[in-house]
């Protein structure tokens, strides 16, 4: 019981885990920072839609309604991609920094912001992990940090340095499962001969280390599901995608496989696919910690 309680132990679990998105990617000789590249047009497109912005916009009314207030505020966006929070961070107000390096979603960002005055939303096209936050003065620097499902964070180191820059409010959204996908679940069988197993993820240590350090915060765990209807080749490249991701062979024999099952199984051509998963969001409340810590 008492390592429960040991948040040094929990830290090196984290660290240790071979199963977090980040170290996944690695693996699989895919940089975490450039893994939206090929999506970065549909991606750009899902977020912006009707159904995208009433998703942000309920993200945003949870932070309001925890207190989060945008008007005048600092924000710091870390994975921006193409905007799809800061663009609503500075149509309410804020001043945002927003942090992104794959060059498909900086283009779309630039596109994004062009309507905002030119020092309302800035871009920095770094690896957060290879920002010196003192050397960019950024300590306690912005009211809010947002990162939201960025595989930037991996570890509790972290996200301490995430906290660093935070002199309010730190939100973090991760998986709380591993992503549901009726296609995924149809294939692993044919390939692997085993029944899909999914596995505990990464937001558990988060959350625990939160709590074992003494910190205020909120977190809210949704449930979250889309179906969508695409091609047989789009299925199948969508399939072999994830065998890469996930180090199974992308051979011609699993290609096979797969393209006779989806012959068989969707003889229209269109493939019903249904995907989602728990995800889930923590804010930080960093003044309630400072105060804490000047009472102290």
Partial sequence: MNDFFNAALWEQAWKDD?????????????????????KAKSFHEQSFNEEGRKR?????????????????????DIGAASGVFSVPFAERGARVTAVETSPPQIELLEESISKFAEDQVKIVPEKFE??????????QAFDLVFVSMCPVVHDWDSVEKILQCARKFCYISMPASPPENSLVNEIWPLVT???FHAKHMEMGYLLHLLYLKGYAYESLITRETKTTEVSREAALQEAM??????????????????ADYLEQAYPSGKVIIREGGRFGKVLIRLQDQNMYTREI
């Fill in 130 to 139: 290879d920002i010196d936050v003192q050397t960019k003065s950024w300590s």
């Fill in 241 to 258: 995608t994830w065998l890469h991701h996930r180090r199974l062979p992308e051979d011609e024999r699993n290609r096979s496989i797969i």
């Fill in 18 to 38: 071979s199963d977090t998105a980040a170290k996944k990617m690695r693996s699989a000789g895919i940089d975490p920072a450039r893994s939206f590249d090929h």
């Fill in 56 to 76: 942000t916009k309920r993200i945003i009314n949870w932070l309001e309604g925890q207190g989060v207030r945008f008007e005048n505020a600092s924000v710091l």
């Fill in 193 to 195: 001969g085993q029944p």
